[in-house]
């Protein structure tokens, strides 16, 4: 099975801000990368799939890169609603569609 | 506007069995991939498995973690998902959520299931 491990597990930012989040897997995956957010007490939301296109509805300022196994996932201005946790998922080889542990980002 | 409603979730105790539903609407089900995803208190998602359109084959696949216990089935006229738990652990205790596409781009808000004596 493939392995996603994210870094860092948590971070602490202000807004305004500029942050990144890393995914990586333990092979290949082409470009098959997902991002999600989650809020406390709320279902996943879908930011970005194929690595690096934008859901419909979800801010510019959100973007993804990457192939292979190496991927991230940038918040441009951080906004005070961006306070979440992000877990990417690879869909290339499955089942099973392995998620990341998380990145929680929190306010400074 | 598309809406998927878990419903089953409760309290059970260890060795027991569960039956999880997922209703969907606002959208033509029979098209879609569906999976199931859970999440332990205060932990990460997990996948659990996904079952896939009849259309794309209709197969199902699942986690190792639950191969040999969990069943995942469809009920297209119903536009209905389901889990069928087995042997339950408390490792098992979680909110589980039902998703549509993949990626996974629609989402249930979720049942807790909790596996305890």
């Known amino acids: 099975d493939i392995q996603m491990t994210q870094s860092p597990s948590s971070l602490s930012a202000s807004v305004g801000d500029r942050v990144t989040i890393t995914c990586r897997a333990s092979?290949?995956?082409?470009?098959?990368l997902n991002w999600y957010q989650q809020k406390p007490g709320k279902a996943p939301k879908l930011l970005i799939y194929?690595?690096?296109s934008l859901q419909s509805g979800v801010p510019s300022r959100f973007s993804g890169s990457g192939s292979g196994t190496d991927f991230t996932l940038t918040i441009s201005s951080l906004q005070l609603e961006d306070f979440a946790t992000y877990y990417c998922?690879?869909?290339?080889?499955?089942?099973?569609?392995?998620f990341g542990q998380g990145t929680k980002l929190e306010i400074k | 506007e598309v809406q998927l409603v878990e419903s089953g979730g409760g309290l059970v105790q260890p060795g027991g069995s569960l039956r999880l539903s997922c209703t969907a609407s606002g959208f033509t089900f029979s098209r879609y991939g569906m999976h199931w995803v859970r999440q332990a208190p205060g932990k990460g998602l997990e996948w659990i498995g996904r079952?896939?359109?009849?259309?794309?084959?209709?197969?199902?696949g699942y986690a190792a973690l639950v191969t040999d216990r969990f069943i995942i089935s469809r009920d297209d006229s119903n536009d209905t998902l389901y889990l069928q738990m087995n042997r339950l652990k408390p490792e098992d205790t979680a909110i589980y959520f039902c998703?549509?596409?993949?990626?996974?781009?629609?989402w249930g808000q979720g049942t807790l299931v909790t596996v305890s004596s």
């Open positions: 998703s549509a596409g993949n990626p996974l781009l629609s």
């Open positions: 194929t690595a690096s």
């Open positions: 998922q690879q869909s290339y080889s499955t089942p099973p569609d392995t």
């Open positions: 079952i896939k359109s009849k259309n794309d084959g209709g197969t199902i």
């Open positions: 092979q290949s995956i082409s470009r098959s």
